[in-house]
């Protein structure tokens, strides 16, 4: 390539200099055009969250001074249309290639998809990069080709891959093209409206997003809490996860980076015989597999943002009960435990690994609630949002996995309370009205005697409500929708058996008000696809001024049987089926954020095909999915 060539750098969710393939490339080719477009009509549903957006604007602002201090300016553009932003910076300097690096989403996937085209009829060249996996989806496939459906056999036969995966040097300095390209301020991008300003300046006492704090971040965890990691999946207390989860999502660090920095540590500790170490860093790793599964099962199974990876849930009779979902929305279900995890995240926008199980399983198996609700106000609320990952947790907790948490299981909150927050400190933290209750009886005020619940100025009923649902009751319902769902499934079968034509859909494709509810409890919300219940970020009750927290562990076996509930409370380590891990955890405390196949569906691939043409074969299912949204294009997928 002459060194003349003039390149576009279209960022994304890459906001880095460092290991950043796109970039580099267009660096070594000649002078670089950065661009960052903002089009919230593309993002469809899943436009981001106000903490979400807060963070992309800072991050935006740091990735800017870096580029120019290499001697380019990122150029910001609001548009209607990413495609057409596209082509009037093309027109304005002459270029004649675009790089960027791959996305995975359901909806990157398809929108990338159309650009690529629109770009070529244009004769322009577009070059894509791996600048967010280890493993790209398209190369991890079984002896016969099929996409993996469980993880431990997905993220064994990547370790059995032997792909160390190498980063790429940032570059030294960048040239810009002649010509104006007709950009905006970020500010004109629309990422931070009036009212959110106030609730927004408090999570920068917390977080500092920016690749180079992304860095800073990552150093700290390999050199203080790797080590102890494994705590972190044990107890709710302690800062032991890495708290890297935003800065992964936006790409602020690169994943290859963080899997070489923990390797390195892996071998220093393996010469040093630390048994410790070593177990600590194959966890860590893990947990980075999950990241990397949760992008594998959007690619290869793009149905997955809306219903079950197994056909499991198409029978479940969710109920659609709005005060339900508001009262567990803002912590009103009087489960202390599950009500302190939703005001965290309501104050900030995070929540520990093991808080986000346990809310999402009350939301399913207690309250019975589409699932797919839960994973949009998740979507809305949390500062990491990321929605492969989002979409990976809520299918783990409502039995849609194979090696997920069984749909018949049912945690009690008042176990897991007593045995992941033993004191209730998390619990006192996040529900001041019951700060003055016993350890004993803090995760069941419902049970405290009269005489206790004076004390301790609690009214069950006027400061703190009274449980949503009894916990029999729960079971007895939870019984009742699996032997619905068992029922119908059974009617489906034989109908299916006599003949007549099988119809693959979820229940929740029957009623028009079983949508996503969009939530708006406040007026003047610009976007009417986002959530705005989420603008309360006070760190007052935290100690400090911020918040401190403590995560366990929890694991969980097989498939459900339908007609039995499991009161799971005692959760072993390992799965009995191979035991998909989701609880790697999160921590965070205001120092720490300071500083720094069976019968299963799946998409059969030719694996003589080449990397494009499996690409498209994503993109086909994801563009089928989204264009046509009816059972019909399920049916290939879930036959
Ligand atoms: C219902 C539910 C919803 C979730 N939604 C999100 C989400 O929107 N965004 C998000 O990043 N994570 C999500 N997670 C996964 C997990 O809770 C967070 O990644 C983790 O708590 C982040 O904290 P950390 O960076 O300190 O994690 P660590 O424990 O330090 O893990 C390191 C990194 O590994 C990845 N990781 C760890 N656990 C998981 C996991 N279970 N699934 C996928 N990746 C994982 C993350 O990128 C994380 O930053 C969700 C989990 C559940 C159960």
């Known amino acids: 390539m002459s060194s003349t060539c003039k390149t576009i750098v279209w960022f994304r969710k890459d906001l880095r200099i460092d290991d950043n393939p796109a970039l580099a490339t267009a660096a070594r080719d000649g002078q670089v055009l950065p661009v960052y477009i903002w089009c919230p009509k593309e993002e469809g549903q899943f436009y981001p969250g106000r903490v979400s957006r807060w963070w992309l604007q800072q991050s935006l602002v740091h990735l800017n001074q870096s580029l120019k201090s290499l001697g380019v300016s990122l150029v910001f553009m609001k548009a209607e249309s990413t495609v057409s932003a596209l082509l009037r910076c093309f027109e304005a300097v002459g270029a004649t290639k675009i790089v960027y690096n791959h996305l995975y989403d359901p909806v990157s996937l398809v929108r990338d998809h159309t650009i690529k085209v629109k770009l070529a009829e244009h004769g322009i060249c577009v070059q894509s990069f791996k600048g967010d996996l280890l493993y790209e989806p398209w190369e991890v496939y079984d002896e016969e080709g099929h996409a993996f459906t ?21 570059p030294w300095k960048l040239v810009p093209p002649a010509g104006t390209v007709d950009g905006c301020s970020i500010e004109e991008l629309g990422l931070e409206d009036e009212l959110e300003k106030s609730s927004n300046a408090l999570l920068g006492k917390g977080w500092s997003p920016g690749w180079t704090n992304a860095d800073k971040t990552l150093a700290e965890f390999v050199d203080r809490h790797l080590i102890d990691y494994s705590n972190s999946r044990v107890r709710l207390e302690g800062v032991t996860s890495s708290l890297l989860s935003p800065y992964l999502h936006f790409g602020e660090v690169s994943v290859r980076k963080v899997f070489q920095c923990i390797r390195m540590k892996q071998i220093i500790w393996a010469k040093e015989g630390n048994l410790l170490g070593e177990k600590n860093v194959k966890l860590f790793l893990r947990s980075l597999g999950l990241r990397e599964y949760s992008r594998y099962l959007c690619f290869n199974f793009p149905f997955t943002q809306e219903r079950s990876l197994m056909n499991n849930l198409r029978f479940f009779p969710w109920r659609s009960e709005h005060g339900d979902f508001k009262a567990w929305r803002q912590g009103k279900t009087g489960y202390p435990l599950v009500d302190a995890g939703m005001r965290e995240l309501w104050a900030t926008g995070w929540m520990h690994n093991r808080i986000r199980v346990i809310a999402a399983s009350f939301f399913v198996k207690f309250l019975l609630l589409p699932w797919t609700w839960g994973m949009k106000y998740f979507w809305d609320t949390l500062l990491d949002a990321d929605l492969e990952s989002d979409i990976l947790g809520w299918q783990y907790i409502s039995g849609s996995l194979p090696d997920g948490h069984k749909l018949n ?78 029922q119908a499934e059974t009617t489906a079968r034989s109908a299916n058996a006599n003949g007549m034509e099988e119809v693959v859909m979820d229940n929740m494709d029957r009623a028009e008000n079983w949508k996503i509810p969009v939530v708006v409890l406040k007026e003047n919300v610009s976007h009417s696809t986002s959530l705005s219940d989420q603008r309360v970020p006070s760190f007052q009750n935290c100690k400090n001024g911020s918040a401190s927290r403590k995560r366990p562990l929890c694991v969980e076996a097989g498939r459900p049987s339908p007609n039995k509930i499991q009161s799971n409370d005692c959760e072993s380590e390992t799965s009995g089926t191979g035991g998909l891990d989701l609880h790697s955890t999160a921590e965070s405390t205001s120092a720490k954020r300071q500083s720094t196949s069976s019968a299963l569906p799946f998409m059969v691939l030719d694996s003589s095909l080449n990397v494009e043409v499996l690409q498209e074969k994503g993109l086909a299912y994801a563009m089928k999915q989204q264009n046509e949204g009816t059972s019909k294009g399920r049916n290939q997928l879930e036959a």
């Open 150 to 170: 469980t993880f431990n056999a997905f993220w064994r036969k990547c370790v059995n891959l032997s792909i160390e995966p190498a980063s790429v040097f940032p």
């Open 409 to 486: 299981r049912l945690d009690s909150p008042q176990v897991q309370g007593s045995k992941f927050d033993p004191e209730g400190e998390y619990v006192r933290q996040w529900l001041p009205e019951l700060a003055r209750m016993p350890s004993e009886w803090i995760h069941h005020p419902w049970n405290a005697p009269s005489l206790v619940l004076r004390a301790a100025g609690v009214e069950l009923g006027l400061n703190y409500p009274k449980p949503i649902i009894d916990i029999d009751l729960a079971k007895e319902r939870l019984v009742d929708a699996l032997s619905t769902t068992c």
